[in-house]
T-cell receptor, first 111, second 112 residues
């Protein structure tokens, strides 16, 4: 079973700052997921990546398969980015598996 | 695309009652997942189906929990009898092939 560690657990930053959230996992995987959850809200998939880097607007996700590590970056952070960011990997490593989740990073961006 | 539809959005019931949560996946998605989220344990996989067949139910906490997927457009998660420790947010998600998972808005369950 895959184990997922995220850091930091909590992060408070000022608007405009560059944000980095880290994720490491224990078992080789086909792809890693980054999810976003607003307070009291649903879960949105931000990225699914298996190698290299993906970018969507101000969000960038990178993964190093050899080191079993991924990072989520937010450039020019904004208060609306305040949310919980969750890293997840397939439980058994395969693509169609259910997910194992990190504990999440609670991000607050202050104006 | 309507997204994954879960019902009810909120459920409050008394201990011992039967609870049924419902999920309609996105059309064409062949995998369906049930997850539970609590403050203490975070998000956990309960069970998932591929092409309507249960593949892994090792996350189902006890025999009180059961899940079915009678066809490609409908799944239920049932708790009987319910207990206060079952209080949580239950999410359903569906996935097309090997693509990203799409989550429903969740059912917030409170067992008194």
């Amino acid at each position: 079973k895959n184990e997922v560690e995220q850091s930091p657990q909590n992060l408070t930053a000022q608007e405009g700052e560059f944000i980095t959230i880290n994720c490491s996992y224990s078992v080789g995987i086909s792809a890693l997921h980054w999810l976003q959850q607003h307070p009291g809200g649903g879960i949105v998939s931000l990225f699914m990546l298996s190698s290299g880097k993906k970018k969507h607007g101000r969000l960038i996700a990178t993964i190093n398969i050899q080191e079993k590590h991924s990072s989520l970056h937010i450039t020019a952070s904004h208060p609306r980015d305040s949310a919980v960011y969750i890293c997840a990997v397939p439980r058994g490593g395969g693509g169609a598996d259910g997910l194992t989740f990190g504990k999440g990073t609670h991000l607050i961006i202050q104006p | 695309d309507a997204g994954v539809i879960q019902s009810p959005r909120h459920e409050v019931t008394e201990m011992g009652q039967e609870v049924t949560l419902r999920c309609k996946p996105i059309s064409g998605h062949n995998s369906l997942f049930w997850y539970r989220q609590t403050m203490m344990r975070g998000l956990e996989l309960l069970i998932y189906f591929n092409n309507n067949v249960p593949i892994d139910d090792s996350g189902m906490p006890e025999d009180r929990f059961s899940a079915k997927m009678p066809n490609a457009s409908f799944s239920t998660l049932k708790i009987q009898p319910s207990e206060p420790r079952d209080s949580a947010v239950y999410f359903c998600a569906s996935m097309p092939g090997l693509g990203p998972q799409h989550f429903g808005d969740g059912t917030r369950l409170s067992i008194l």
